[in-house]
């Protein structure tokens, strides 16, 4: 296939991932206030009788729409997916063709799990954060603010449930073996440790591990599968 061509499909992919992602946003903002009710929950959990406030006139229309978009992204992660695959399937041996679509179908799985976990953990993130104000000060916060940042968290705990696929791309690919991961478990913890403990800013032990936790497990399934799937 030539650089043209290349252009060609890479353009056609993109528009309908921007189409798909558009209409997922579209369908997200005449939900915008469930969603909204369902991601400020962890905040007005930490902080009773508080109320997410806006400061600019034009805040509340510019968060609506970040959340429509947050929204419509995670619906359209199985088109952006499929569609990046179909790009790529060109350059792929019929052995690679053949795992695409399990693998495709276990990221999708693990982002949503993670998506999910981050969600529990930000309630835990948000007590231990706002705690340190005390009684001598007074949580205010604006709704474009919080949602960044919760938006922002629960995307890191899903993109970081994703890393099993690329352990197992990687032993595909003759990078890796089950028996190299073995010998470095001890690595491999300190590194997830140190990961976690970037992607959760919070400093709480609990919300760390409730990343650390399940990532740790994900990273002795990835063994067991590059062992029993892959043979190596």
Known sequence: MSMMNHFVEFRSRLIKVLIAVAITTFV????????????????????????LAFFKPTEAFSAVMWLSLFAGVILASPVILYQTWRFAAPAMSTREKRWAYPISVVFVLLFL?????????????????????????????SVDSYLKFATRFVLAFGIAFDFPIFLFA???????????LRENRRWALLFILIAAAIITPTGDPMTLMLLAGPLYILFEISILAIRFILRR
Not at 28 to 51: C, H, T, W
Not at 170 to 180: D, F, N, R, V
């Open 28 to 51: 997200a903002f005449f939900f915008n206030k469930q969603i909204l009710e369902l991601l400020a929950r962890p905040y007005y959990i930490a902080v009773p009788d508080s109320q």
């Open 113 to 141: 799990f993670g998506v999910t976990v981050g969600y529990v953990a930000l309630e835990r993130g948000l007590g231990f954060l706002l705690g340190f104000g005390g009684d001598a000060l007074t949580p205010v916060i």
């Open 170 to 180: 990687a032993a595909a690919a003759g990078a890796i073996t089950s028996k190299k």
